[in-house]
């Protein structure tokens, strides 16, 4: 039984992994000592060979590129152990009143489909006992103002992460997804401050989430350590849903009064 997290003899693909969650979780998977493909559609080449990657372009809306992705991962490297469907786009924010198909469409192409397509091709190229971890949000339990585009998309993530595990347990490919809270990545950075701010407030430990924490979560689920955890969504979010802590009820409080 493996005790340490290792991933020595694994074949790793990371979606969106020439950014944020992607690079930090490369990264780590390469630090815990797995073989990993760094799949984007941003040209990635040069980062992925500076951190010990191999880098293959995908759009992952698009089902034949995922499925090559995957083929050409297996002709390379040899058969998948895990995949992390993570590439994803946030929508501009806008209120359900003015969102638009096309913003749905783009939403839900990237964030939806692209796990989708992951899903469907993947177990062809892996190895049973494999794992697949797919970033959902915590968007993907709750509703947020402005975000009803891509909420809506990343709702989708969960109940595809919770058939794929109905799905494939039989062949012990366990499938999971990761729920976080703002993470500190350049798709939060393009989000409007005052919301960053207002999170800071909400999140009892008072700040959002690195990367690499992020990164962490996923590594957890990669692992053969903890194998019975199957078809859940774990909250990243430093416990933004248990509970209204001090500054929180300061503010409300406050806001109470000024009416
Ligand atoms: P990021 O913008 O830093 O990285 C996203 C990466 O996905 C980029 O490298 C981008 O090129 C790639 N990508 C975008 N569209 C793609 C496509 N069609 N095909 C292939 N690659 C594509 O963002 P991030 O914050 O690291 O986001 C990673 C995941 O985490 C996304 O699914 C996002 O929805 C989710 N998430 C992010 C936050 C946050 O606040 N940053 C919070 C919750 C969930």
New binding site residues.
């Given amino acids: 039984m493996n005790t340490s997290f290792s991933l020595k003899n694994k074949v790793a693909v990371v ?9 930090a979780t490369v990264e780590r998977f390469i630090a815990a000592g797995a073989t990993v493909v760094m ?4 040209d ?1 080449n040069e980062l992925a060979n500076k951190v010990g990657a191999t880098f293959i372009h ?5 089902e034949q ?1 995922v499925k090559d992705l995957l083929a050409q991962t297996q002709k390379t490297q040899g058969n998948i152990d895990i995949l992390v469907n ?5 929508p501009p924010f806008k209120e359900l009143k003015d969102t638009n198909i096309e913003d749905y469409e783009f939403a839900f ?3 939806t489909l ?1 796990v989708a397509f992951g899903l469907k091709y993947a177990p062809i190229y892996m190895n049973n006992g494999g794992s697949i971890i797919n ?5 993907g339990k709750l509703g947020v103002f402005g975000l009803g585009a ?1 909420s809506t998309s ?1 709702f989708s993530v969960l109940s595809l992460t919770q058939t794929a595990a109905v799905e494939l347990g039989e062949r012990h490919i366990r499938v999971n997804a990761i ?10 950075a393009e ?1 409007d401050q005052s919301q960053l701010e207002m999170e800071k407030i909400m999140i009892p430990l008072g700040r ?2 690195q ?1 690499e924490e ?1 990164a962490a979560l996923i590594h957890f689920l990669a692992a053969d350590d903890c194998n019975f955890v199957n078809g859940q969504a774990i909250n990243l979010c430093g416990g933004m849903t248990a509970g209204i802590g001090p500054k929180m009820w300061e503010k409300l409080a406050g806001s109470a009064g000024d009416k």
């Fill in positions: 979606t969106g992994g020439g950014s944020g969650i992607g690079l799949a984007d559609l941003n990635s995908v759009d992952v809306s698009k590129s993570n590439a994803g786009i946030c192409k990237v964030n692209g970033t959902a949000s915590l968007s891509y990343k729920c976080p809270s703002s993470v500190d990545t350049p798709m939060a989000n959002i989430c990367p992020a």
